[in-house]
């Protein structure tokens, strides 16, 4: 990489060449930094082993599932109030719900786990399968409370099982991104020439 330097009189460096060397200086040294410290949320409410009705004991509860999914919900426990904050990179099985229909959806054709920002993208990019209860439906996204989770319970992959991301629970995430001070030392402008140039010819020309 060339950085052009242009001259305000002898050995000046203009402001523009200043800003452009401080940019070098960045991306050798990383003025701006992926942060680590981005954050998810994973919660298993369902009662693997009790399909509604359930009997209410011990926090089982029917998550009343609408009518036109074809997967039986098991129980689920309203009582898991709070989801676990882990780590954003983290890989954890994905199921869906519609804010409108209260469907949930997994996507059992290819059971496999995500990190948080591809779960929720998977989530949120889905427009439903033609031919199938999903079709037309295209406000999926990740489930937000433990009711919704809970309506999810039963729909595939053997995640009833297992933690799946969640949005909400009442928790709080740190951002995704954090963005560091320049390690850099910071270069100043050149605000004036730095030669004098001769004031005035040195010597009378002959006739």
């Known amino acids: 990489m060339v950085i052009a330097m242009r001259s305000r009189g002898a050995g000046a460096i203009s402001y523009d ?31 693997e082993t009790e399909f509604v009705p359930c009997d ?16 039986t919900p098991t129980c689920f426990r309203d009582d898991v109030a709070s989801a676990t904050v882990v780590p954003a990179t983290e890989l954890h099985a994905v199921r869906c719900i519609s804010e409108s229909t209260q469907f949930g959806y997994t996507d059992t054709s290819d059971c496999v786990t995500m990190n948080f920002a591809d779960a929720k993208a998977f989530c949120e990019d889905f427009t439903g399968t033609v031919g199938t209860y999903t079709e037309g439906i295209t ?69």
Request: with cysteine; glycine share 12%.
């Open 17 to 47: 060449g200043a800003v452009r060397a401080l940019l070098f200086v960045c991306v050798l040294l990383g003025c701006l930094t992926q942060g680590t410290d981005a954050q998810g949320a994973i919660a298993d409410v369902c009662w």
């Open 56 to 71: 209410n004991a011990d926090g089982r509860f029917d998550p009343n599932p609408p009518d036109g999914i074809p997967y």
């Open 139 to 207: 406000d999926w996204r990740l489930p937000s409370s433990p009711l919704e989770a809970g309506r999810l319970c039963g729909s595939g992959c053997g995640y009833d099982f297992v933690e799946i991301w969640v949005e909400g629970f009442g928790v709080t995430l740190s951002p995704t991104v954090t963005t560091a001070s320049p390690t850099g030392t910071t270069l100043s402008p050149t605000t004036s020439p730095t030669a004098t140039p001769t004031a005035s010819p040195t010597a009378t020309p002959t006739a």
